[in-house]
């Protein structure tokens, strides 16, 4: 069973940065990509960052120009640093395995177990 282990995160002050990395076990057949989630209480998880092999990267709007992305999907690895943080950056935040093309990152079912980030102000 392919496990990610996420690293990082806890409590930052408002304008601090934020690192976290995350690791799978082993690889899954046809993976092409790793994406990190977070998810607000109550919340669905939504989308934060994208990392495609071919090295195309996505962000969404929230953390655009905060947040840089990068890793080795081939190693399985993947992580997000993320400058200038916000109380409304608290989360919960999941590393995902998945699939891109083009410009679409398909998640997959599979879910580190979650760190998580609070942003004191």
């Known amino acids: 069973q392919v496990q990610l282990v996420e690293s990082g995160g806890g409590l930052v002050q408002t304008g601090g940065t934020l690192r976290l990395s995350c690791a799978a076990s082993e690889s899954v057949p046809r993976m092409n990509a790793m994406g990190w989630y977070r998810q607000y209480p109550g919340k669905k998880r939504e989308l934060v960052s994208t990392l495609a092999k071919d090295g195309r990267t996505n962000f969404a709007d929230a953390v655009k120009g905060r947040a840089t992305i990068s890793g080795d999907i081939d190693k399985n690895i993947v992580n997000l640093v993320m400058d200038n943080l916000k109380p409304e950056d608290t989360a919960v935040y999941y590393c995902?395995?998945?699939?891109?093309?083009?410009?679409?990152?398909?998640?997959?079912?599979?879910w580190g177990q979650g760190t998580q980030v609070t942003v004191s102000s």
């Open positions: 995902n395995i998945g699939f891109q093309r083009t410009d679409l990152y398909y998640p997959w079912n599979y």
